[in-house]
């Protein structure tokens, strides 16, 4: 399993930016997939992902009505794309993914609380990709 992260950059207060995350060596379907992000001193944290299960889309509270992901499957591509960018965003993004029907769970180091029961890790991330949003 492979993922490659693209398009962190620093933006300003209230400007956008596009993730993209190519996907490969698994198949989409079997995947949950998604972002979570870690700013300096804090613990990694989830962002928003898309469940194999249902398909649905999920997000933070913090950035709910902000931040739209999509995925093509045909592609193995997965964005996010993030509007209204606030300087508390500033964070390295990763993309990952995991065969669990959400990637919903609480982050304590490099330990992921799965859905279906304990902290393991979370089966594949991405190299990450830095987000710095000025004031």
């Known amino acids: 399993v492979q993922l490659v992260e693209s398009g962190g950059g620093m933006v300003q207060t209230g400007g956008s930016l596009r993730l993209s995350c190519a996907a490969s060596?698994?198949?989409?379907?079997?995947?949950?997939i998604g972002w979570f992000r870690q700013a300096p001193g804090k613990e990694r944290e989830g962002v928003s992902f898309?469940?194999?299960?249902?398909?649905?889309?999920y997000y933070a509270d913090s950035v709910k009505g902000r931040f739209t992901i999509s995925s093509d499957k045909s592609k193995k591509m997965v964005w996010l794309q993030m509007h209204n960018l606030k300087p508390e965003d500033t964070a390295v993004y990763y993309c990952?993914?995991?065969?669990?029907?959400?990637?919903?769970?609480?982050?304590?180091?490099?330990?992921?609380?799965?859905?279906?029961?304990?902290?393991?890790?979370?089966?594949?991330w991405g190299q990450g990709t830095l987000v710095t949003v000025s004031s």
């Open positions: 060596g698994f198949s989409f379907n079997d995947y949950s």
């Open positions: 898309i469940s194999r299960y249902d398909g649905n889309t």
């Open positions: 990952a993914a995991d065969r669990s029907s959400t990637l919903g769970g609480e982050m304590r180091g490099s330990s992921w609380y799965a859905a279906e029961g304990g902290w393991r890790s979370l089966e594949a």
